[in-house]
């Protein structure tokens, strides 16, 4: 029997909207956050969902409460994941990538000449964080494999998992995008 992943980005904060680095910065949703959660909310409840996983920080807490209050079946488990959490970018975090390059001008550079590879100055690696998220998306699936999960995270964290699952290269993690409130499904 597959298992059936839907995963949903958390819905808009003020820094998501301006184009800010917020990996670790715990954001609230702006007004626009709270009309999307809601639009999420209404879409996703008629699914059928054995299990619900979703994040420490503040947005997507938020955004899992209001899908979670909508849902017409209750899922079996509802789930706070610490594993569940955007890249740490270190300095660069509440700053939009102008400033960044403006007021780290040699760190900018190295992102963009290798950012595969690059370690964010106080915080996390790219290579590391990619591993973290598929040991992480590999431990969901042999833990609950043959379900319907719906997992509510960051823009990062999803994109990290969906290249793990359909290619197992980080690589390629920037050739796919997700907005904010929308969701992705596949089965596995």
């Excluded at 958390?10 to 715990?26: M, R």
């Excluded at 995008?177 to 992705?184: H, K, L, P, R, S």
Aim: net charge neutral.
């Amino acid at each position: 029997m597959k298992t059936k992943i839907t995963f949903l980005r958390h819905a808009q904060t003020d820094a998501n909207k301006d184009g800010n680095f917020c990996g670790s910065l715990d954001l609230p949703l702006n007004e626009t956050g709270k009309r999307q959660a809601a639009q999420a909310a209404a879409l996703l409840g008629n699914t059928k969902f054995d299990v619900v996983l979703y994040g420490r920080a503040r947005r997507v807490c938020k955004t899992a409460e209001a899908v979670v209050a909508k849902l017409r079946q209750k899922p079996a488990a509802i789930l706070q994941a610490e594993e569940i959490r955007e890249m740490d970018f270190g300095i660069f975090e509440g700053l939009h990538y102008r400033e960044v390059a403006k007021r780290y001008p040699e760190e900018w550079q190295k992102y963009m000449d290798d950012w595969r590879t690059y370690v964010f100055p106080q915080g996390d690696g790219v290579a590391a964080y990619y591993n973290s998220c598929s040991r992480w998306v590999d431990g969901l699936i042999d833990k609950y494999g043959g379900k319907s999960i719906l997992v509510v995270g960051h823009k990062g964290f999803i994109l990290n998992c969906l290249s793990a699952l359909l290619t197992h290269d980080g690589g390629d993690v920037l050739s796919r995008d997700i907005g904010n409130a929308e969701t992705v499904s596949l089965e596995v």
